[in-house]
């Protein structure tokens, strides 16, 4: 293995998330126009 | 009463993906693992040691949270060092290699050269200038195309093959 052999344990909880918020994965369709009655 | 963490920051090293297309949707591939990691969520580590029947007859026993630090379990990632060794491959049934920096949390194991977690999420992502496919998929569609991890994503202005060099210099 490449990153050899353990050496100790941690445990990290960090305050902040590290995954940012979704970005949206394609711009959202135009609203449709509603025909005039 | 639980255990005070060790840190409060997520830890960050170095590795390499490779890119994978399906659909046309780009997405970011371990490159020993067949694991696809998701944009949007963090990747959580399973144990995977011995292959598939292994851990079909495994089911049967109890299975262990990974990592732990006689396993060989993880989400692994090192130094830049280390990662420059994969990126330089041919990458199997994918598109590229990229490199990147990914952040690590939850429980790591230090190793002698790099860390075995149980959370990662890429925090940046360096395209070289050779990803794609000759004639078919330039780097800058690679790069458009893993923006939708919402991180960094930058070009390196080199090949794969030489990336780490010019990334640590």
Known sequence: VEIGKPRRIYR?????????????????????????K | V???PDFLEPLEAWRVWKVVRRDGVYSLGSV???????????LVAECL????????????????????????CGI????????????ADTPFSAVSHVLGQVALW???????????????????????????????????????GLCRYGVPVEPVGAPAADATRFLAA
């Not at chain 1, 990290?12 to 949206?24: D, F, Q, S, T, Y």
């Not at chain 2, 020993?32 to 963090?42: D, F, H, I, L, Y």
């Not at chain 2, 692994?76 to 990126?87: I, K, N, P, S, T």
Request: a neutral charge; charged letters at 30%; hydrophobic letters at 35%.
């Open chain 1, 12 to 36: 990290i909880e960090p305050l902040e998330h590290p995954v940012p918020e979704r970005i949206p994965e394609k711009a959202p369709d135009e609203p449709k126009k509603v025909p005039a």
């Open chain 2, 2 to 4: 639980s255990e005070a």
């Open chain 2, 32 to 42: 020993v693992q067949r694991t696809v990691w998701p944009a949007g969520e963090a």
């Open chain 2, 49 to 72: 040691a011995g292959g598939r029947l292994s851990r079909l007859l495994r089911r049967r026993k109890a299975r262990h949270d990974a990592p732990v630090v006689d396993c060989q």
């Open chain 2, 76 to 87: 692994y990632a090192g130094g830049l060092d280390v990662a420059g060794r994969y990126a």
């Open chain 2, 106 to 144: 939850g429980t790591v194991v230090e190793c002698e050269r790099g860390y075995r977690a149980s959370h990662a999420y890429p925090a940046r992502i360096y395209v070289p200038a050779d990803a794609g496919e000759q004639w078919r998929i330039g780097w800058d569609e690679v790069a458009l």
